[in-house]
């Protein structure tokens, strides 16, 4: 039976899959351009205002993106979601009005000036304004990811009536899960943005671009890949701890532990089923996920029979985990193996370029599984462990809801669409563009 | 921590401060997009190229009043927006149409140029309208008749009028030639509508609420406040006369239609809110009723303290680099 509530979270849950996308590949690509910039401002290579110049334009495509599904949320919350600014609205008010305050406002002023105000300003203040944007994008990663990361685990408040009332604010930012998850998340966009601009570095390539800016974009990306890659998959292990802490029920969903068990295997496969709550075809090695959780081979995980009822449904968390996990791995396969051949041999073979091509949006299904593990997992809860989902719903009609959730969708893939082949059509458009002029005309101007 | 009662006019002002700024200039950047021209390059380019840098902070504006109000009146922001369930899903679609196609008309391929920019124009316009019935449902208290709609479709073409008005005054500030003597045309006829529509909704208004009928003719200050929809009248007759002049020279005083349409916005918007204070949603919840707790509103007010003049001051800075008239945009 398709009622609001259904329809509700289907429909949240489209808009904010849709949203991460764009602010997971700006808040890193701001940072790509602040550096391009930076080393333009001060070598005086042309090169390097040519990577900024291309990725600028990138940037502004998916910054808007961001900007026009992020409004969308906004107003979501009060249309389908009444409950939780009533209930939970003195801790999540403040926190999203600090996002607006300090975020949102300056990205978007500083972002007219960085795109279009290089002819105005004087080069210092142009890269400042790309620095602010960089900020900008970050502070408010900081601040959603702080209330997040709260209504995973709940610390500083009181609760009076159902309704959260602040006690401590320092608690209420920095609460348990918030440090693992915001690096977490900056690691992932990080990565998202370098197999991005390396894909299409790549694919310039492959379409015979013969500038040095795709060459250049093509390193940078694939150093900062390289790099990252594996410190992601520490900094992720330590987020999967301080859940084993805080959620253990999500744990379990994720190792398909239905019983209590010591020394528990880690499962590579296997089906969960959630009617006989037990797993078919299992493909495990012995004790591994004891050891990885509790640095004991037979210590203890809870298994999600003792959260009965109030455990997260196990498959997508389960599936999630490992699409996450095996992408992850794919990924620091191929940046230190590309980075190395660049390293060796100053360039790629051709299978290796069409390889980061089809690895573009690597990040991105990354990105996505391992938001679904987190936020599939903290069900049915909307603050973890104390306020479920359903009681915060609207009372609109189901039928309207279903009516905008099949307008959002149909757009969505429509904008998704149009993203993607603007992006290759940016870049095949690049190749074409003669080779730039190389001295500088007025005002250290190069076209 | 700040009394209840002084939170709760110090957070209903900064809402009807963001409110007023987010008419006024997201305002005018819809009107740019409403009077898009559909068959000439050059003129949509250089339109577009007067509100590129600023479209994205201008509809910040908006995020920060429907933030505000989740954050201080979270009772009435639930109410209000689950009145208006359907109408703000279409201003969001339009919202969206018209914020990507800014971008996708500068990098997509030519043939779907044109494309971008119709979705640029019917997003605009989707935008304003819906808007305005919000408004006008708003004024109606939420009430489901069928006059109750009319009105609102009213109200929608009356928002439509007032950004196209404002749009234009932009314009005619921003360009030059061609432009620029459009832009007059265009200006002095939503002039004429959005006058009709001032006054029509400024004499519905009072007569079927008695709530606003009371604040305008039954209070000691009522005798203060009747002048201001006098000077509103005089300032739709002002302008019409300065666009006349404007039309024989185009070098006389460019910047005031603008100006004076961002009077007569300011004007009706404190009119408005005069009429329903202190209620947010009229009739059944006023602002001291509707308040979040204090602490956490006072933690806030920190930030706004600190950071609202700041947003002010490079906001300010950005319309400095920008000043003067549109040249044409491309990225660097």
Known sequence: MLDTLLLSRIQFAANISFHILFPTITIALAWFLVFFKFR???????????????????????FAL??????????QFGTNWPGFMERIGNIAGPLLGYEVLTAFFMEATFLGIMLFGMKRVSPRLHTFATLIVAIGTTLSAFWILSLNSWLQTPTGYTLVDGVFYPKDWFEIIFNPSFGYRFFHMLLASALTASFLMAGISAYRLLKEDHKHAPKLTLKVSLTVAALLAPMQMFVGDLHGLNTFEHQPQKVAAMEGVWETEQGAPLLLFALPDEQTRTNHFEVAIPKLASLILTHDKDGEIKGLNEFKGEHPPVKPVFFG????????????????????????????????????????????????AGWYVTEIGRQPFMVNGLVKIEELVTTVPSEHVLLTLIGYLALYAVLLTAYIKTLFYTARNAVQVEEYQTTPVQGGQYV | MFSAEYLALLYSALM??????????????????ILLPGNNKPAADTMIASIGPFWDANETWLVLAVGLALIAFPTAHSIILQALYLPIAFMLLGLILRGVAFDFRAKAKTRYRQTWDRCFKLGSLITAFTQGYMLGLYVMSFEH???????????????????????????????????????????????????????AVSMV?????????????????????????????????????????LNQNPSYGCWLPFAITVMIFLLCFFGLVYSFFPYVVPGTLTIFDALADPSALTFMLYGVVLVVPAIIGYTLFSYRVFWGKTQDLSYY
């Not at chain 1, 070598?43 to 040519?50: D, I, Q």
């Not at chain 1, 990577?51 to 334009?57: E, I, L, S």
């Not at chain 2, 700024?21 to 009107?31: E, K, P, Q, R, T």
């Not at chain 2, 739709?236 to 666009?243: A, E, M």
């Open chain 1, 321 to 368: 985990f490992r699409i996450m996990v095996g992408i992850g791995v794919l990924m620091i396969l191929v940046a230190l193996v590309a980075r190395y051949t660049l390293w060796k041999h100053s360039t790629l073979p051709t299978w290796q370029l069409k390889a980061l091509v089809v690895m573009t949006f690597s990040g991105w299904i990354a990105t996505l």
């Open chain 2, 145 to 199: 008749s069928l006059a109750s709609h009319l009105f609102a479709a009213l109200s929608g073409v009356g928002v439509i009028a007032a950004y196209t008005l404002i749009g234009a005054g932009w314009l005619i500030m921003k360009c030059e030639g061609e432009i620029q003597n459009s832009a007059i045309r265009w200006c002095r006829l939503s002039n004429l509508i959005a006058l009709l529509g001032v006054l």
């Open chain 1, 66 to 75: 961001g900007v026009v599904s992020g409004i969308t949320m906004s107003f």
């Open chain 2, 16 to 33: 009807a401060l963001a409110i007023i700024v987010y008419a006024v200039l997201d305002g005018y950047d819809l009107g740019v997009g």
């Open chain 1, 40 to 62: 333009y401002d001060q070598t005086g290579e042309a090169v390097w205002l040519r990577a900024y110049r291309f990725w600028v334009k990138i940037f502004a495509l998916t």
């Open chain 2, 205 to 245: 208004n009072p007569l079927i609420n008695a709530y606003v009928q009371t604040r305008w003719f039954g209070t000691e200050i009522s005798l203060l406040m009747l002048p201001l929809p006098l000077i509103c009248m005089v300032l739709f007759i002002i302008q019409d006369r300065v666009l006349v002049k």
